[in-house]
């Protein structure tokens, strides 16, 4: 049996239970987007043109493989996040909402883990 | 009993529509393109750690008609979900809620993201990705 109140059981957390949680981390995740994004499109600028060597060099140095890292953490983080906020607002249909979310969810996971690997394997030079 | 099928809110084609909302709108609207845009970020990196044969398919899509169309597209979505989301952030931390700061915002935002597309796409050109 709980001896907590009711009002300290739900302080924080609301209706949903997560709380905050969801609104926080699509903050923490817009914040950090803001300089790894000017510095994604600096760098992609600059590599135009060339070729796999050139790229996988540019990627191999610890600092650009982990800032790639984070850049790739971050966006599906937060595009897992945003597109959640939108099927949940436009897709009505019980079925539909939860098939969306759970595919959503796996997509995003998918693919961040994706780019993750990709980036850590040229980075080591494999 | 018969159901009524009376109008629901927000009923938005009675509404005129003004920077805020459109921008507002626009906000999620690029933000769902750039969903797209990331499968394409995803596919050129995985390409890339396949080997030279693929990240060049990958490159040569980019280079064609279609690729640059997209990655235009790509380009402004970003700097506007980017400028548009700086905004937001103020907001959250409580700055720029007065109606002349929100329309002064909100045109800044067109200004800069149209601004650094332009940018990005001569940058681009002029650093030996012409046709």
């Known amino acids: 049996m709980s001896h907590r109140t009711p009002a300290g059981r739900v302080r924080g957390l609301g209706s949903a239970q997560h709380g905050v949680d969801h609104w926080w981390a699509q903050r923490l995740t817009a914040l950090a987007l803001v300089p790894l994004t ?3 499109c600096v760098s992609i600028i600059g590599l135009i043109g060339a070729d796999h060597a050139a790229f996988v060099s540019w990627l191999s140095t610890p600092g650009r ?3 790639m890292l984070l850049l790739v953490v971050a966006t599906f983080h937060h595009m897992k996040l945003g597109l959640q906020t939108v099927i ?3 897709v009505h249909g019980r079925g539909w909402n939860a098939a969306l ?3 959503n969810s796996f997509a995003c996971i998918t693919l961040g883990v994706a780019c993750a690997f990709a980036i850590v394997k040229m980075a080591l030079g494999g | 009993m018969v159901q009524v099928e009376r109008p629901l809110s927000p009923h938005l084609q009675v509404y005129k529509p003004q920077l805020t909302s459109v921008l507002s709108i626009l906000h999620r609207v690029t933000g769902v393109a750039l969903g797209a845009g990331a499968l394409l970020l995803a596919w050129w990196l995985v390409a890339a750690a396949y080997g030279p044969g693929q990240f060049e398919t990958v490159q040569a899509f980019m280079a064609s008609w279609l690729g640059r169309l997209l990655l235009f597209g790509f380009t402004f979505s970003l700097f506007y979900h980017l400028c548009n989301g700086i905004r937001h952030l103020f907001w959250d931390a409580g700055w720029g809620f007065e109606l002349k700061t929100v329309y ?4 800044l935002v067109v200004v800069a993201s149209l601004g650094l597309t332009a940018a990005s796409w001569i ?3 002029a650093g030996g990705g012409g046709p």
Do not use: H
């Open chain 1, 65 to 67: 493989a982990v800032a």
């Open chain 2, 104 to 107: 002064a915002s909100g045109w």
């Open chain 1, 38 to 40: 000017i510095w994604f």
């Open chain 1, 88 to 90: 949940e607002d436009y």
């Open chain 1, 101 to 103: 979310l759970v595919l």
């Open chain 2, 123 to 125: 940058a681009g050109y």
